[in-house]
C-alpha cells in the first residue's frame, strides 16, 4: 500500500523557517518526479517546488530564493525547507510522486500539512 505521510507543519511568525518532510511507503521518487504544492481555500492547488524526472527543480516565482525542495533516498523522504516565511506562504501542503508506466503518469498524494504565517 502506497502512503505519503507530511509532518513538520505549524505555526510561524513573518520571516521564520519550517521544514516540512515527506515520509514514503510503499514507493519511492526514483525514476519519477516529486515534489509539494499547496492550497488555500477556494482556489486550486499549485505547484510550489518540484524536481523533473531529469533532476531540474522547478520553483513558482513566489517561493524562489526562499525555498528548497531535495530527496533523501536513504531516508525515502522528501523534504521541503522554507526560511523567510510570509503570510501568504500559509496553505495546506501536499507532497507529491508522479511515477510513470509506459510514459502513462500516476499521481500520488498526501494529505496534507497545514502551515499559517502570521504577521
Known amino acids: 500500500q502506497v502512503q505519503l505521510v507530511e509532518s513538520g507543519g505549524g505555526s510561524v511568525q513573518a520571516g521564520g ?3 516540512l518532510s515527506c515520509a514514503l511507503s510503499g ?3 526514483d525514476e519519477s518526479s516529486f515534489g509539494w504544492y499547496r ?3 477556494g482556489n486550486q492547488r499549485e ?3 518540484t524536481i523533473r524526472t531529469n533532476g531540474e527543480s522547478i520553483y513558482t516565482d513566489s517561493v524562489k530564493g526562499r525555498f528548497t525542495v531535495s530527496g533523501d533516498n536513504a531516508q525515502n523522504t522528501i523534504e521541503l525547507q522554507m526560511n523567510s516565511l ?3 506562504d500559509t496553505a495546506v501542503y501536499y507532497c507529491n510522486v508522479v511515477k510513470y508506466s509506459f510514459g502513462i503518469p500516476r499521481d500520488y498524494w498526501g494529505k496534507g ?3 499559517t504565517v502570521s504577521s
Open 86 to 88: 510570509q503570510p501568504e
Open 47 to 49: 505547484a510550489v517546488a
Open 17 to 19: 523557517s519550517l521544514r
Open 39 to 41: 492550497q488555500t481555500p
Open 113 to 115: 500539512t497545514l502551515v
Open 27 to 29: 514507493i519511492t521518487f
